[in-house]
């Protein structure tokens, strides 16, 4: 009898979740002096804004939206700070908070999965707070002690972003892991020989379930892209050598364009060249392709000339981003460990540098604004 009971009660909340059509989340945040917040789905590509409202005089909140066809993430955003979240199906989520540590700081009700990517991202926000301590102020020991410790911390949080993976790589938990960063580089990379079983092993999960999802076909081509190229070591050459070690003022670069066409950075000689090592999975990157545009406009009918490296981790996502795109892209099969990387010394992204017509590297870019005038004065 009691089993029966259970049984019925299983099925009478299964089938009203494939009735319902929404999802639910509701909370208090305190402290929160009547601030607005608001709901976003983070997709692949871009963040959209579902809803907002005004914090009750209590702090209370309460959304439903949509739910997704797909598991997907979310997120409660108060001015820059935000508390990010999974939705399954028609679940119902319930957050405490409180506005000084609104991102990490909360408890979550509804979801185990939500729980666990709680962890995750207190476990890395600590470390990124640590990161964030290193200056050029500090002396040589100190520093190197900070980067010890820095390091170990990274390891206990992958070895225990691991462990959650193989529980259970289906989840949206295990898919938040692999693609958590500390000042913009993942932890979790296919192209690493010792994180690479496991991001197969999510990217196997969300294929043989939900095999045409965006997120799943996009982490399976970016693990098979991994597993079929072989990591070349990388040239140790830092940016002097550029100078130093090339006759020609700056290093060639041979890569394939989305075509498949081989383009070489020195067929760009007698041209103003502004050479662009970046990526399109970067957070801003419709705003900065905006702004090349805009270069490529007003510059191009005068000799000026893009090259630009690709850094995407993702062939099919690049191949998709720069389809329209008028100036010279390139990729290397090993996306962002092509060995070009350490050829220009590139500590971050994006970063370019400006070539003049005889092939000489005449500065990196800062910023667009002065970025127009040197083009400008090259021309």
């Known amino acids: 009898m009691r089993k029966n009971i259970l049984l019925l009660s299983t099925i009478v909340l299964l089938f009203s979740c494939n009735q319902s059509t929404k999802f639910k989340v509701e909370g208090v945040v305190d402290n929160s002096n009547n601030e607005v917040i608001i709901l976003e789905q983070n997709g692949l590509l871009e963040t959209t804004v579902i809803d907002s409202v005004k914090l009750k005089s209590d702090g209370s909140f309460s959304f439903k939206a949509p739910r997704p066809e797909y598991p997907d993430f979310y997120r409660l955003r108060i001015g820059s700070k935000t508390i990010d979240f999974a939705v399954d199906s028609c679940e119902e989520i319930s957050i405490k908070a409180n506005y000084n540590n609104f991102s990490t700081g909360y408890n979550i009700q509804g979801s185990q999965t939500n729980n666990d990517i709680l962890k995750l991202k207190s476990s890395l926000s600590a470390i990124q707070a640590k990161v964030n301590t290193i200056s050029s102020e500090l002396n040589a020991e100190a520093r190197n002690a900070k980067l010890t410790e820095i390091e170990a911390d990274i390891e206990a949080h992958k070895a225990m972003a691991r462990k959650l993976i193989l529980q259970n790589p289906r989840s949206s938990a295990a898919y938040f892991a692999i693609y958590q960063k500390i000042n913009n580089s993942y932890l979790f990379s296919p192209y690493v020989k010792s994180d690479k079983p496991f991001c197969a092993a999510v990217a196997t999960s969300y294929n043989a379930f939900m095999p045409e999802y965006i997120r799943s076909k996009n982490l399976y081509a970016l693990v098979m892209d991994a597993i079929k190229t072989e990591r070349k070591e990388q040239n140790d050459a830092a940016w002097r050598s550029i100078v130093e070690n090339s006759s020609t ?25 502004l050479i662009d090592f970046s990526a399109y999975e970067m957070e801003n990157n419709v705003q900065y392709t905006f702004e090349l545009r805009d270069l490529y406009n007003k510059f191009n009918s005068r000799g000026f000339e893009i090259y630009q490296i690709s850094l995407d981790r993702s062939k099919i996502l690049w191949q998709e981003s720069v389809a329209n795109i008028p100036w010279v892209c390139v990729r290397d099969e090993q996306g962002p460990n092509t060995s070009y990387i350490s050829s220009y010394n590139i500590q971050s992204i994006p970063t370019l540098f400006l070539m003049d017509r005889k092939g000489v ?3 990196r870019a800062n910023d667009f604004k002065s970025l127009e005038g040197a083009i400008a004065k090259l021309l």
């Not at 003022?249 to 020195?266: E, F, T």
């Open 361 to 363: 590297i005449v500065s």
């Open 249 to 273: 003022g700056y290093i060639d670069i041979v890569l394939n364009d989305k075509n498949a066409k081989v383009r070489k950075l020195s067929e760009l000689e007698g041209k103003v060249v």
